[in-house]
C-alpha cells in the first residue's frame, strides 16, 4: 500500500504530495487525514505531513520509496478532519485532492501578525523629572513631550506616541537604553465585527418555535442527531428558533455554524447574533481581507469565538466540536459552488454533522424541491411555522396582466397599481421595495430594421447598455463603445431593450422627483462595506424606495416597508431550465415576504406576461404545498432531481473539434454502463453531448452531456471511470462534473 502525503498544508503551498510506502505494521491503522511522521530530503530529516490518499498504485520506482516513519498520536485534530473532509468531496463531486484541500483549508498566506506595542514607564517619577529637565536644557522636544505624558500616564499606546506626539522610533529607543522606558508588544487578531450595538432582549419563542427547539436538542442530547427542515412563511421567526439553538449548544461547549446565502444578509444576521453573543460571533465572507480570514481561522481553532456567520465558505470554519450547523433560504442556488469541486453546501454540511455528531437545521419559506422531498420522504424531520411573529398576516398581492396593461395604453415598464400604491406610501411615509431580476442599463442591443443584435466576439451572448456608454459582456468582461448605426445594415434605429435597474432608477425620479431612492444591484456593490452601507441607509429611513435584483429580496427585515413591486415577474420563466417554475416561485414569494413585517400590512404587485403561470399562481397564493405536488409531477415524469440524480460532464476546449470528440468518447463509455435488464422507467438515460446553451465564453467552446439514474453512488462510480480515462487522455480539453447541477450549461 501506498501514501499520497502532503508535506505543508498551507493553502498557497499546497502544489503536490509526496508518495510514500506504507509499512506492513502501518496498513490496519492508517486512514486519510492522519499526520505522519516521514523522512524528507536527502537528510531524511523526520517532518509531520498529512496522509490525502492511500492507493495500492505506485507512482514511482518502488525499490527508491521511502517509507512513512511512524503516526503522530494526536492526529485527531482539526487539520485531519479537514483534510477527511476533503477526500469526500473529491470522492463525491470529482475534482483533484489538491483542489478539494484548497476549497475546505484556510489561506494561509503570508499574513503580518497584528500587534498592539504599548510604552510603559520604568523608572520613579524623581528619576523622569530629572530626565525631562536635561531633555528641556538640551532643546529635545519631542523626548520633552513624551516624558510629560509619561509623567501623567503609566501607559500610552506606541501608534498614538508616534502619530499624535510625533516622536521618532529613534527618540524612544534612546529613553530604553537610559532605563526609562519599555516597550511592551501584544499580539492581536484582525476582528472583522465592526457592531457596537448593545445587548437586545432575548424574545419569548412561542409554543411552536419551542417545540422545534425541543425535539432538536432532545435527539442531540441523546446522541441521535439528525437533519431538520423548518419550513416557515416569512417573517415566522425563524432566526429567533436559530439564536436559541446556538445558544443552547454554546451551553454545551459546542460550536455553531450559521450559513447564509448572500453576503448581503451578513450585516443584518450578525446584528442580531450580535445583540445576543457579543464578541464570541464573527464572519467569514470573501470580503475580508486574507489577515481577516486567517485571524478568524485561528480564533475559532483556538475556542476564541463560538458562532461563525458567512456564505458557503464559512461550513470550513475549523471549529474543533460543533454542535449545530443551520442553513437559512436553503433553497437557494448560491449554496452551490459554480467552480471545481462543484459541491453542494447543503449535502457537505450533512457530513461535516456527521464527522462532529452535529445537528443539521435547514430553513426556508420555500424549501428547495430536494430538502421537501426528502421530508416526505422521513430522511428529515420537517417543522412548519404558518404564523407571522407580529400577529400580522401575509401580504395581499395583486397580479397584474401587462399584455392587458398595454392594451390600454399604459406603456411604462409601471403598471398603473403600482404606480397608484407607490404615491400612497410616498404620502403616508412608509417604504417601498422594487425587485427586478436583471442587471445594466438594457438588457440587449438590437436593430429595429435588421435584427441584428450586439454580440460579444468571444462569446455566443448579447452585449449589454450601460450608462457610461459602454457595451458590456457579463461573462468575460469585453467592453466597446455603443454604437450610433447597425454595423450590418447602418440603420441608426439601434437601441437597448430598457429594463434594467439603472432605468427603474431613471423613470422612478421623473414620475417621483420627491422621492429619495436607493439601488442595490452588481453595479452598486462593488466595494467592501457596500451592502452595510445601502441597507443600513435603507433601514434608518433614509430612502423612501430600494430598487435592486435578487440581493434585495432574500431575507432582509424591514418593519417600515408595506409595498413590494416586482417588475418582470416572469423573466426567470423564459430560461430552458427544469427548475425555472422553482426559481420564479421561490423568488415570488420571497420577494412578497418583504412587505408588511411590521405592524402594518403589505401588499404587492406582481407584474407579468404569464399570470396563468402555477408558479406565479400558488406564488401570488403563498401556497406552497400545492405548487410542490404540481412541480414534483413534473419531475417525475421526467427523471429530474430529486426524484432521480444527474451528472452534468462539461468539456471546455479551445478547438470546437476536439472538444465534440473527446464529449462524445466521454459519452460512449458512460453508456456502457447502462443495463438493459432493468425497466424503461429505472433505466439509466444519457442526453447528448451537444454544445452547451451558451456554446462558447471568452473563446472557450463547450460541451455538455447528462446522465440520469436513480443511484448516486452509481453516478460517482462513472465519473471514477471517466476520470481514470481523462487522466491518461493526452489532449489540452478541461473536464468537470456536476452532480445534480443547479443550472444546466
Same mark, same amino acid.
Do not use: W
Given at each position: 500500500m501506498y501514501a499520497d502525503i502532503i508535506v505543508d498544508i498551507s493553502h498557497e503551498k499546497l502544489d503536490r504530495p509526496f508518495q510514500y510506502l506504507v509499512p506492513a505494521g502501518l496498513e490496519p491503522v492508517l486512514e486519510e487525514g492522519m499526520c505522519v511522521k516521514i523522512p524528507f530530503g536527502k537528510g531524511n530529516r523526520l517532518i509531520q505531513g498529512y496522509v490525502i490518499e492511500l492507493t495500492m498504485q505506485c507512482k514511482f520506482d518502488p525499490l527508491k520509496m521511502k517509507e512513512i516513519h511512524s503516526v503522530v498520536k494526536s492526529s485527531a485534530g482539526v487539520e485531519a478532519g479537514m483534510i477527511r473532509l476533503a477526500a469526500w468531496i473529491r470522492k463525491n463531486y470529482g475534482s483533484t485532492m489538491i483542489q478539494a484541500l484548497k476549497t475546505v483549508l484556510p489561506a494561509k498566506k503570508t499574513v503580518k501578525q497584528l500587534e498592539h506595542r504599548t510604552i510603559e514607564r520604568i523608572a520613579d517619577r524623581e528619576t523622569l523629572i530629572a530626565a525631562l529637565g536635561e531633555a528641556g536644557r538640551k532643546k529635545q522636544a519631542a523626548r520633552e513631550r513624551l516624558l510629560t505624558q509619561l509623567l501623567e500616564n503609566e501607559r500610552i499606546p506606541y501608534e498614538w506616541v508616534t502619530g499624535k506626539l510625533g516622536v521618532s522610533g529613534a527618540s524612544i529607543n534612546g529613553l530604553v537604553q537610559n532605563g526609562l522606558i519599555r516597550v511592551v508588544t501584544d499580539s492581536a487578531y484582525r476582528n472583522?465585527?465592526?457592531?457596537?450595538?448593545?445587548?437586545?432582549?432575548?424574545?419569548?419563542?412561542?409554543?411552536?418555535?419551542?417545540?422545534?427547539?425541543?425535539?432538536?436538542?432532545?435527539?442531540?442530547?441523546?446522541?441521535?442527531?439528525?437533519?431538520?427542515?423548518?419550513?416557515?412563511?416569512?417573517?415566522?421567526?425563524?432566526?429567533?428558533?436559530?439564536?436559541?439553538?446556538?445558544?443552547?449548544?454554546?451551553?454545551?461547549?459546542?460550536?455553531?455554524?450559521?450559513?447564509?446565502p448572500e453576503i448581503a444578509l451578513t450585516y443584518q444576521?450578525?446584528?442580531?447574533?450580535?445583540?445576543?453573543?457579543?464578541?464570541?460571533?464573527?464572519?467569514?465572507?470573501?470580503?475580508?481581507?486574507?489577515?481577516?480570514?486567517?485571524?478568524?481561522?485561528?480564533?475559532?481553532?483556538? +475556542?476564541?469565538?463560538?458562532?461563525?456567520?458567512?456564505?458557503?465558505?464559512?461550513?470550513?470554519t475549523p471549529f474543533p466540536n460543533i454542535g449545530v450547523i443551520i442553513i437559512d433560504e436553503e433553497h437557494e442556488n448560491s449554496y452551490k459552488s459554480e467552480s471545481t469541486p462543484k459541491y453542494h453546501a447543503r449535502e457537505t454540511a450533512k457530513e461535516v454533522a456527521r464527522m462532529h455528531g452535529a445537528s443539521l437545521v435547514l430553513g426556508s419559506a420555500t424549501p428547495s424541491l430536494e430538502a421537501y422531498y426528502r421530508a416526505c420522504e422521513g430522511e428529515y424531520k420537517?417543522?412548519?411555522?404558518?404564523?407571522?411573529?407580529?400577529? +400580522?398576516?401575509?401580504?395581499?398581492v395583486h397580479t397584474v396582466d401587462l399584455r392587458e396593461e398595454l392594451r390600454e395604453g399604459n406603456r411604462s415598464i409601471f403598471s398603473r397599481k403600482l404606480q397608484e400604491l407607490l404615491s400612497d406610501r410616498l404620502q403616508r411615509g412608509e417604504q417601498s421595495m422594487l425587485f427586478l431580476n436583471?442587471? +445594466?442599463?438594457?438588457?440587449?442591443?438590437?436593430?429595429?430594421?435588421?435584427?441584428?443584435?450586439?454580440?460579444?466576439?468571444?462569446?455566443?451572448?448579447?452585449?449589454?447598455?450601460?450608462?457610461?456608454?459602454?457595451?458590456?459582456?457579463?461573462?468575460?468582461?469585453?467592453?466597446?463603445?455603443?454604437?450610433?448605426?447597425?454595423?450590418?445594415?447602418?440603420?441608426?434605429?439601434?437601441?437597448?431593450?430598457?429594463? +434594467?435597474?439603472?432605468?427603474?432608477?431613471?423613470k422612478l425620479k421623473e414620475l417621483y422627483p420627491q422621492a429619495r431612492v436607493l439601488r442595490m444591484d452588481a453595479d452598486t456593490t462593488k466595494t467592501k462595506d457596500s451592502y452595510e452601507k445601502i441597507l443600513s441607509a435603507f433601514s434608518n429611513g433614509e430612502a423612501d424606495i430600494l430598487i435592486g435584483t435578487q440581493m434585495i429580496v432574500k431575507g432582509h427585515d424591514f418593519p417600515n416597508v408595506t409595498?413590494?413591486?416586482?417588475?418582470?415577474?416572469?423573466?426567470?420563466?423564459?430560461?430552458?431550465?427544469?427548475?425555472?417554475?422553482?426559481?420564479?416561485?421561490?423568488?415570488?414569494?420571497?420577494?412578497?415576504?418583504?412587505?408588511?413585517?411590521?405592524?402594518?400590512?403589505?401588499?404587492?404587485?406582481?407584474?407579468?406576461?404569464?399570470?396563468?403561470?402555477?408558479?406565479?399562481?400558488?406564488?401570488?397564493?403563498?401556497?406552497?404545498?400545492?405548487?410542490?405536488?404540481?412541480?414534483?409531477?413534473?419531475?417525475?415524469?421526467?427523471?429530474?432531481?430529486?426524484?432521480?440524480?444527474?451528472?452534468?460532464?462539461?468539456?471546455?476546449?479551445?478547438?470546437?473539434?476536439?472538444g465534440m470528440e473527446l464529449a462524445g468518447y466521454l459519452a460512449r463509455i458512460a453508456s456502457g454502463f447502462i443495463e438493459n435488464g432493468e425497466s424503461p422507467a429505472c433505466r439509466m438515460m444519457i442526453l447528448g453531448p451537444a454544445p452547451a446553451s451558451i456554446g462558447r465564453i471568452n473563446d472557450?467552446?463547450?460541451?455538455?452531456?447528462?446522465?440520469?439514474?436513480?443511484?448516486?453512488?452509481?453516478?460517482?462510480?462513472?465519473?471514477?471511470?471517466?476520470?481514470?480515462?481523462?487522466?491518461?487522455?493526452?489532449?489540452?480539453?478541461?473536464?468537470?462534473?456536476?452532480?445534480?447541477?443547479?443550472?444546466?450549461m
Open positions: 472583522p465585527v465592526r457592531c457596537r450595538e448593545q445587548s437586545g432582549e432575548k424574545k419569548q419563542l412561542s409554543d411552536k418555535q419551542q417545540h422545534i427547539v425541543d425535539e432538536v436538542l432532545s435527539d442531540f442530547d441523546g446522541e441521535k442527531p439528525g437533519t431538520y427542515l423548518i419550513h416557515g412563511i416569512t417573517g415566522s421567526g425563524k432566526t429567533e428558533v436559530y439564536m436559541e439553538l446556538v445558544e443552547q449548544m454554546v451551553a454545551r461547549g459546542r460550536q455553531a455554524i450559521v450559513l447564509i444576521t450578525l446584528l442580531r447574533f450580535y445583540k445576543r453573543f457579543g464578541d464570541r460571533v464573527s464572519v467569514m465572507n470573501s470580503t475580508l481581507s486574507a489577515g481577516e480570514k486567517y485571524d478568524q481561522c485561528e480564533r475559532a481553532k483556538k +475556542g476564541e469565538i463560538d458562532v461563525i456567520i458567512g456564505p458557503r465558505s464559512a461550513l470550513f420537517l417543522f412548519t411555522l404558518k404564523e407571522r411573529l407580529t400577529g +400580522g398576516t401575509l401580504p395581499k436583471r442587471r +445594466g442599463y438594457a438588457g440587449f442591443i438590437s436593430c429595429r430594421a435588421c435584427g441584428h443584435v450586439m454580440k460579444c466576439p468571444h462569446c455566443d451572448v448579447s452585449l449589454s447598455e450601460h450608462r457610461d456608454g459602454r457595451l458590456v459582456c457579463h461573462y468575460c468582461g469585453y467592453a466597446q463603445p455603443k454604437v450610433s448605426n447597425c454595423p450590418s445594415c447602418g440603420s441608426r434605429y439601434i437601441m437597448g431593450f430598457k429594463a +434594467g435597474t439603472q432605468q427603474i432608477e431613471d409595498l413590494v413591486g416586482i417588475i418582470a415577474a416572469d423573466l426567470s420563466l423564459s430560461i430552458g431550465d427544469y427548475r425555472a417554475g422553482e426559481r420564479t416561485f421561490q423568488l415570488l414569494t420571497q420577494a412578497a415576504g418583504r412587505a408588511g413585517r411590521g405592524a402594518r400590512a403589505g401588499e404587492v404587485v406582481i407584474q407579468t406576461y404569464q399570470p396563468e403561470h402555477y408558479a406565479v399562481v400558488h406564488a401570488a397564493n403563498q401556497d406552497y404545498e400545492s405548487f410542490y405536488q404540481e412541480e414534483i409531477l413534473y419531475r417525475e415524469m421526467l427523471g429530474y432531481p430529486p426524484v432521480s440524480h444527474m451528472l452534468a460532464v462539461q468539456i471546455f476546449s479551445q478547438e470546437e473539434k476536439s472557450i467552446f463547450r460541451f455538455v452531456f447528462y446522465i440520469k439514474y436513480g443511484k448516486y453512488d452509481k453516478l460517482v462510480q462513472i465519473k471514477d471511470v471517466l476520470e481514470e480515462k481523462l487522466s491518461q487522455y493526452q489532449g489540452k480539453e478541461n473536464v468537470q462534473f456536476d452532480f445534480d447541477p443547479m443550472n444546466v
